[in-house]
């Protein structure tokens, strides 16, 4: 129900958490994502929350709609 990318990670493969319905948080601890999968997550949970570290918003927001 709850993920949490750690600090080391830099990329995350395409359709990561695909019909992930019952996802209710993901938390990225970390500023060294480059990359994006697509479909990362396409048809998760309504309510699910996203938090973003605030140096790295822009950018993850950005990778997270080019994602789709």
Request: some cysteine; glycine content about 8%.
């Amino acid at each position: 129900k709850k993920v949490i990318i750690g600090s080391n990670i830099k990329k995350i493969g395409k359709r990561a958490f695909y019909k992930c319905t019952k996802l209710s948080s993901v938390t990225f601890k970390g500023k060294k994502i480059t990359a994006m999968g697509k479909k990362l997550f396409y048809k998760i949970g309504n309510k699910c929350k996203i938090v973003i570290p605030k140096a790295v918003l822009k950018k993850y927001r950005r990778m997270i709609k080019a994602s789709k």
